[in-house]
């Protein structure tokens, strides 16, 4: 297992548009998140699943994001209309029920121009 | 809303130097993580402590949790330059999401 990946790894959109990430997580790892970071901040909880289901979701995630998860495998985040605020460092973790610690993916850096 | 204040933000230190970083709050934890974070690169998990009190070490580094589970601090002992990065303190509650500080930036030079 080479651990959480994630696809692309930057991303420049123009303002308006549509982007979609994707996040492979540890596939023993039932629980897989998003986070969202920008530049002297610590990641901002997005969104969370365990398998398939998405449980709770931030107050962060306007209408225009969506995320799915599938048969519980990898996930998807998908961007609506995209603006400049939505620039940001996208990061995906998953962890095992049970076990706290978390592994992350290496990120999508997303510039909206 | 559970917040976590770390500090110092920034420090720069020569390699050798002993450093100590901080992690407060006025919320208690059930359990406390430390990350450490390059630039364009995910955090990486480095400690998970639970029980009030706890001190754990990996190699030079030692990691505490504060007797009332609201406080933690991480001491670098002989500081190398591959230390540099940006250290993370996240909280866990009796949920599954993590709060995060906004991290403490360090520099070590040659």
């Known amino acids: 297992d080479t651990g959480v990946s994630q696809d692309p790894r930057h991303k420049i959109t123009k303002r308006g548009q549509n982007v979609t990430f994707r996040c492979d997580p540890i596939s023993e790892h039932n629980r897989l998140y998003w986070y969202r970071q920008t530049l002297g901040q610590g990641p901002e909880f997005l969104t969370y699943?365990?398998?398939?289901?998405?449980?709770?979701k931030s107050r962060l995630l306007s209408d225009r994001f969506s995320a799915e998860r599938p048969k519980g495998s990898f996930s998807t985040l998908e961007i609506q209309r995209t603006e400049q605020g939505d620039s940001a460092m996208y990061l995906c973790?998953?962890?095992?029920?049970?076990?706290?610690?978390?592994?992350f993916g290496s990120g999508t850096r997303l510039t909206v121009v | 809303t559970q917040l976590l204040e770390q500090s110092p933000q920034f420090l720069s230190i020569q390699e050798g130097e002993n450093l100590t970083v901080y992690c407060n709050s006025s919320?208690?934890?059930?359990?406390l993580q430390w990350y450490r974070q390059e630039p364009g690169e995910g955090p990486v998990l480095l400690v998970t402590?639970?029980?009030?009190?706890e001190v754990k070490k990996l190699k030079r580094l030692t990691f505490q949790f504060g007797d009332a589970r609201k406080d933690s601090s991480l001491h670098i002992t002989a500081a190398q330059p591959g230390d540099t990065g940006l250290y993370l303190c996240?909280?866990?509650?009796?949920?599954?999401?993590?709060?995060f500080g906004k991290g403490t930036l360090l520099t070590v030079n040659p």
């Open positions: 973790a998953s962890s095992l029920q049970g076990d706290g610690g978390y592994t």
């Open positions: 919320s208690v934890f059930s359990s």
């Open positions: 996240a909280g866990g509650g009796s949920n599954y999401k993590l709060t």
């Open positions: 699943f365990q398998n398939e289901a998405q449980l709770e």
């Open positions: 402590v639970v029980t009030g009190g």
